[in-house]
């Protein structure tokens, strides 16, 4: 059940080699909780945007997108409820002087089996006095009392130094949609219910150490609200948990690897709320939301901003504030789940080990790899690559063995690599080997246009 052979720091090494994932700022020493993504890997995630954006928004029936401001104006923020209660328990290990998460030091000391969510701050400090609870850095145990730390970035904007105002990096791209709701629903002619999806990037001052990619400062959210009436809004809860987890499946990863967690602590705004958790290499985790935040952020925004975000139904005038079904997932939390789920290493026949990651074609940085056999091919193959680089993402390796070529290929994923030999000039055939398999065919160069097509659709 659990994929015995991935750990995070394997993970960490092979992005690092393979242009994958940097830490960032690295020349000066790094930053804390963040990470550059290098030429493989801002392919795969872009691949993983897409497929979301495709089932979500292109492939939806009433779903829309949109692409919102990344700063806003701070109302937005008290309306939503960010600034008064957007924070995290804090607590400080007086001997090394780092400091923490109180939820993250019980979930990891009970090994999940103690749930910090539903307990108050009160309840967090006893926990960790009874239990014994050491600070992972020093293993000392001289806590300060929990703080709460807003998480949200603070810049200011004004021409003069006296007339900054002061403006917030969102935490979340969810605001964007739900300020934007009536201006999407009159442009579209959209009928209640309907989607508004977007992805962008978010931005959350976490103190706590990140485990690489899954918890950064700055991230990507992929976010879909789906408006719909009071009454059927727990069904559509149930329908966006069955489309998160399917779109998951279809992803490629393992049911057994992803369970959902019904969350018991509500936060302000949500009827019902879960998770989806996977199974990372540092144990069971959050990959994604899926809340029912009813008409709270509507109607706050409606008081707020003194305009009405009523819905006017066209056939009944029937006038209300839709509720709001949410998924959210971030794209970075997802990428880091799909390298863990596809890394694996195979021991072959004679006892060399090979690493390789099996990526859904779709997602995948390349769809194939075009090898020269020998050096005196390349003409034809590039011609090939060329050729191939008009429909698909596709690279070129004429470097080393071929072996050695194919080696590489699986340790990013490329799902097929494509040979050309002697044979490929007599009758215009190439070797195709599948990554997984590593099993050979011989196509000819039109049915592997076609091949590739079917192969890598998602
Ligand atoms: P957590 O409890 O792990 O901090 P959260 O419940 O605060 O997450 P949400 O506010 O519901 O997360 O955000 C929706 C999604 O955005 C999460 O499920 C996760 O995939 C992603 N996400 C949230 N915070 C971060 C972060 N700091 N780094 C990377 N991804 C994040």
């Known amino acids: 059940m659990a994929k015995q052979t991935v750990t995070m720091e394997k993970l960490v090494a092979l992005c690092k080699a393979r242009g994958i994932i940097f830490p960032g700022s690295e020349i000066y020493g790094g930053m804390g909780n963040t990470w550059d993504y290098g030429p493989v890997g801002v392919e795969i995630k872009n691949n993983i945007k897409r497929a979301w954006w495709k089932r979500f928004v292109t492939e939806s ?10 700063l806003m104006n701070s109302k937005v923020w008290e ?3 960010h600034t008064t209660s957007f924070s995290d328990p804090k607590m400080d290990c007086k001997k090394c002087k780092t400091r923490h998460r109180a939820d993250n030091l019980i979930e990891a000391h009970s090994k999940g089996t103690a749930d910090p969510d539903t307990m108050s701050n009160e309840e967090m400090e006893n926990y960790i006095q009874t239990h014994h609870v050491c600070c992972p850095v020093c293993g000392g145990f001289d806590w300060t009392p929990i703080r709460t730390f807003n998480l949200m970035f603070e810049t200011s904007r004004g021409v003069t130094d006296e007339s900054q105002n002061k403006i917030y990096l969102r935490p979340e791209t969810a605001q964007g949609e739900f300020v934007n709701f009536l201006n999407v629903q009159r442009t579209t002619r959209a009928k209640v219910p309907f989607g508004i999806a977007q992805i962008g990037k978010a931005f959350r001052n976490e103190i706590t150490p990140g485990n690489f990619i899954f918890r950064t400062i700055e991230f990507e959210q992929m976010e879909h609200q789906w408006f719909c009436k009071a009454g059927t809004d727990e069904e559509f809860y149930a329908e966006y948990k069955k489309k998160a987890f399917d779109f998951l499946c279809d992803l490629g990863f393992s049911p057994e690897h992803l369970r959902f967690h019904d969350h018991e602590k509500l936060a302000h705004y949500a009827k019902e709320a879960c998770d989806i958790q996977y199974l990372y290499p540092m144990g069971w985790q959050e990959l994604n939301g899926v809340h029912n935040r009813t008409d709270f952020d509507l109607t706050r925004h409606q008081e707020y901003s003194g305009k009405t975000l009523t819905y006017v139904d066209p056939v009944s005038g029937e006038r209300y504030i839709p509720y709001v079904i949410e998924y959210s997932i971030g794209a970075d939390r997802l990428m880091l789940a799909v390298l863990s789920e596809a890394y694996d290493e195979e021991t072959l026949e004679g006892g060399d080990v090979r690493t390789v990651l099996r990526l859904h074609p779709a997602v995948a940085a390349y769809k194939a790899a075009v090898l020269p056999l ?8 590039k011609e090939l690559c060329a050729k191939l680089k008009k429909l698909y993402s596709v690279t070129y390796d004429d470097a080393g063995s071929i072996g050695k070529r194919y080696r590489r290929q699986d340790e990013i994923g490329t799902p097929y690599c494509v ?7 007599e009758d215009g055939t190439v070797t195709v080997r599948d990554r997984d398999t590593m099993s050979q065919i011989r196509l000819s160069e039109s049915d592997l246009i076609a091949f590739l097509a079917e192969k890598c659709a998602f």
């Open 419 to 425: 040979t050309i030999d002697f044979d490929t000039l």
């Open 374 to 381: 020998q050096k005196n091919l390349a003409p034809h193959a």
């Open 61 to 70: 029936d009433n779903s829309y997108g949109l692409d919102a401001a990344i």
């Open 79 to 81: 309306a939503s409820g």
